[in-house]
């Protein structure tokens, strides 16, 4: 039996597997050692959950792939796929003409919010952060999941003695929140812990930075995008163009960050003009929690300054780093 993970091959040694649920197991147990997850597998070609891998003998099989995530890919995954449904809900909300929803639309909401309550919980525990601890304009994250669970609570009181006339009040703002709450975890240091233990393989790292070379001057059409959303008062479009520059920065900081341990590679040797790729991601990064800052003290003018000025320049002369650390990789 071939062992693949990702579809790449691995040379695992078996000692007492019999069943293919065995060797999985003892991969499982490896892969969690690695602060990896994984995900399913598949087994010559059908793809199985953990719970469903059958108990077939490995001499039956051919191929067995199993499919693997790290915990900062999940967690970024998870946060980006929680972000895009508090849009949906705030699209939602804002478009109704009479407030009024029927009981289909209200039990839909309630599903939403457990599944955003269960996303907290999930990402909050793999990034090690405790919401009460984790302040958010005037208040903790744990307020502002408090009052999702107000709601829902409301909500189902609502249902269960609506009339026909009845109507409930969903405030778009708590969604709206929650969604700046979610980004704010993506740069804060526990993700960046996170990203540092979860290594890829060298050639991915490679492509990766050859992916975030090509698409940098994307990223400062983007940049200006918000800056001039923010000064123009179209808040919500630069709110959408700041988050595309967030979800790149995440991929930009999680390749860096891999890069010195697996090239044995210091970044404080990329310099440019005096300055090291070292000091340019940790003023970075100084930037983006600076950015998370504003947005929490709904400051958009300074917003607007931060990312025209500061960030900007910081990202004008990346290509040049980025050029250099392939150079010096692949020599």
């Not at 967690?75 to 980006?80: A, H, I, P, S």
């Not at 009339?163 to 929140?177: N, S």
């Not at 991601?281 to 607007?304: C, F, G, H, V």
Request: glycine share 2%; with cysteine.
């Amino acid at each position: 039996m071939e062992v693949r993970i990702n579809n790449y091959p691995v040379e695992i040694l078996l000692e007492n597997e019999k069943t293919v649920r065995d060797v999985i197991n003892s991969l499982a147990e490896w892969i969690n050692q690695k602060n990896l997850i994984l995900a399913g597998v598949e087994i010559d070609g059908k793809e199985y959950s953990l719970e469903d891998a059958p108990l077939t003998d490995i001499e039956e099989i051919k191929v067995l792939n199993c499919l693997v995530q790290s915990r900062a890919d999940v967690v970024y995954d998870t946060v980006n796929e929680a972000i895009v449904y508090c849009d949906r809900v705030v699209d939602f909300l804002s478009n109704l003409e009479d407030n009024a929803m029927d009981d289909d639309e209200l039990e839909d909401i309630v599903s939403g919010i457990e599944w955003l309550q269960e996303v907290f919980e999930s990402v909050s525990h793999l990034l090690k952060m405790d919401p009460a601890e984790i302040k958010f304009r005037d208040k903790n994250v744990a307020q502002y999941l408090k009052k999702l669970d107000e709601l829902k609570h409301r909500i189902l009181t609502f249902l269960s003695e609506m009339e026909d006339t009845g109507e409930i009040d969903i405030e778009e703002d708590l969604f709206t929140d929650l969604k700046e709450i979610l980004a704010m975890f993506l740069v804060s240091e526990e993700m960046k812990r996170l990203v540092i233990e979860s290594i890829d393989s060298p050639d991915v790292l490679i492509n990766s930075l050859k992916e975030i070379l090509k698409n940098l001057p994307e990223q400062k059409n983007i940049l200006e995008k918000a800056a001039v959303s923010y000064q123009t008062g179209h808040d919500n479009q630069g709110m959408e163009e700041l988050f595309r520059f967030i979800d790149f920065m995440f991929f930009y900081t999680r390749t860096c960050y891999q890069v010195a341990p697996v090239f044995d590679i210091n970044l404080a040797d990329i310099i440019i003009d005096g300055i090291s790729l070292e000091e340019k991601n940790r003023d970075l990064q100084t930037m983006l929690n600076e950015t998370m800052d504003i947005i929490e003290s709904n400051d958009m003018i300074s917003l607007a300054d931060i990312l025209e000025y500061e960030i900007m320049e910081l990202v004008g002369n990346l290509d040049e780093y980025i050029e250099q650390l392939l150079n010096k990789i692949t020599g």
